[in-house]
C-alpha cells in the first residue's frame, strides 16, 4: 500500500529523486506483532517485481535486506541482488539493522551502499561498533528514528496515549517513569532549541547531521508542516565548541527505557 501511495506521488518526477525499499520482512500481525524473515532468491525476487510494479518505476535506486535471515547465508543474499543489479533492476543495495559480522560478509560479496538502523540522543549503541565500521569500509549510514519514536520533539508527556498499532504504547521508553526520568534530554535539547532558535525536534535532527557528513536521517512524519520543519533543520549548524559541550552533557545522561524492550504483559 505504501510503495503504491509512493508510487503514483513520485510518477510526474520520475529521474528527480531517489527510491528507497526493502525486501524480506512481513509481520505477524501488524506492525506490533513478530517479524517473519524470508530472504530467500524466490522471495527477494518476487519481492522486488512487486515493488517495481507498484512503485512505478523500472529499477529501485537502494534496496535494502530488511532483517538479515538466519535461515538464508547473505553470500546468497547477496548473490541474488547482483543478479538483479545485472539485470538492471537495482542500483545499490544495503542492510537494515545488520550487526559487524554480517555487513563485512554482505559488504565483501557485494559493496554495500548504505546500513539503515536507529540512531538518535536517545540511542548511541552504534558509536560503538557499527559507525567505526561502516566509516572503515566507506558505506552511508541511514538512522531511522532520528527524533527517538518522536519522544525528541518534546510534544510526548505522561498524559499521552498511543493509538492501536501504535508500536510506542508497548515500548519502556514511553511509560510514565521513562518520560519522567527522560526529562533532563529534554531539557538539554530545549535549551539548545531555544538558543538556535529551533524546535527540539530540528536540534535532534541537525543533531544527527552534525555527527557525520555520510549520515542521512530519515524521520518519520504524517504532516506536511512537520516536513517542512524537519527539512529546516538542515540549516542548524553546531560551532565545534557547541557540540563539544553538547556532546560532553549528553553523556551525563542516563537514558531510561529501551528502544526494543517491551512492557511486560501487554504483548
Known amino acids: 500500500m505504501n510503495e503504491e501511495i509512493v508510487g503514483e506521488a513520485l510518477e510526474p518526477y520520475k529521474g528527480k529523486g531517489v527510491i528507497a525499499t526493502k525486501f524480506g520482512v512481513s509481520f505477524e500481525h501488524g506492525q506490533t506483532g513478530a517479524l517473519l524473515m524470508n530472504s530467500s532468491p524466490e522471495t527477494i525476487r518476487k519481492s522486488v517485481e512487486g515493488s517495481l510494479k507498484r512503485l512505478r518505476v523500472d529499477s529501485i535506486d537502494l534496496l535494502y535486506q530488511h532483517r ?46 548504505a546500513l539503515q538502523s536507529e540512531y538518535s540522543m536517545m540511542w548511541r549503541v552504534p558509536e560503538k561498533d557499527i559507525i567505526p565500521t561502516l566509516e572503515e569500509l566507506d558505506i552511508g549510514f541511514v538512522p531511522f ?106 553523556a551525563k545522561i542516563d537514558i531510561a527505557g529501551s528502544r526494543i524492550g517491551r512492557i511486560k504483559n501487554d504483548y
Not at 152 to 167: E, M, Q, S, V, W
Not at 208 to 225: E, H, M
Open 145 to 250: 528514528s532520528p527524533l527517538g519514536n518522536g519522544f525528541l520533539t518534546g510534544k510526548i508527556t505522561t498524559g499521552t496515549r498511543f493509538g492501536p498499532g501504535d508500536i510506542r504504547g508497548i515500548l519502556t521508553r514511553f511509560t510514565t517513569e521513562s518520560i519522567d526520568a527522560n526529562q533532563a534530554l529534554l531539557d538539554l535539547i530545549s535549551n539548545m532549541a531555544e538558543k538556535k532558535k529551533a524546535t527540539p525536534a530540528q536540534i535532534a535532527l541537525a543533531w544527527v547531521i552534525a555527527q557525520k557528513p555520510w549520515f542521512v536521517p530519515i524521520p518519520g512524519t504524517r504532516k506536511l508542516n512537520r516536513l517542512e520543519e524537519n527539512n529546516d533543520a538542515a540549516n542548524i549548524e553546531f560551532t565545534e565548541e557547541e557540540l563539544t559541550m553538547f556532546n560532553e552533557a549528553l
Open 68 to 113: 538479515i535471515d538466519p535461515k538464508v547465508p547473505i553470500e546468497i543474499v547477496a548473490e541474488t541482488v547482483k543478479g538483479l543489479m545485472k539485470e538492471g533492476k537495482v542500483k545499490h543495495w544495503g542492510l537494515s539493522e545488520a550487526g559487524v559480522v554480517d555487513i563485512r560478509r554482505a559488504h565483501t560479496a557485494l559493496p554495500l551502499t
